[in-house]
């Protein structure tokens, strides 16, 4: 018996699409994980005496990725890529 080959042939705009799905994911625990460690770091501010205490300015990372992915898009739309090459 052969072994089936499971390997796709995946266009690159597939692979693209995917690409940005996953970096979008990643970008977005990234993102949650430091939105929680700053309101942890201003609960544990609080505990300190006044004298010690910091002023911490927090980001709304959400905001702000919200903000760069519409950038983000704006440009690739505005980027014109050159033709393939056809192939004769």
Request: proline share 6%; glycine share 2%.
């Amino acid at each position: 018996m052969l072994p089936q080959n499971s390997t796709k042939c995946v266009s690159s705009g597939t692979r693209l699409a995917h690409a940005r799905h996953v970096h979008q994911e990643v970008c977005s625990i990234l993102l949650a994980s430091y939105e929680t460690l700053q309101a942890r770091l201003q609960e544990y501010m609080k505990l300190l005496p006044s004298w010690q205490q910091l002023k911490l300015e927090t980001t709304d990372c959400f905001q702000r990725f919200s903000n760069l992915s519409d950038l983000a898009k704006v440009s690739t739309s505005d980027m014109q890529l050159p033709p393939l090459p056809s192939e004769n």
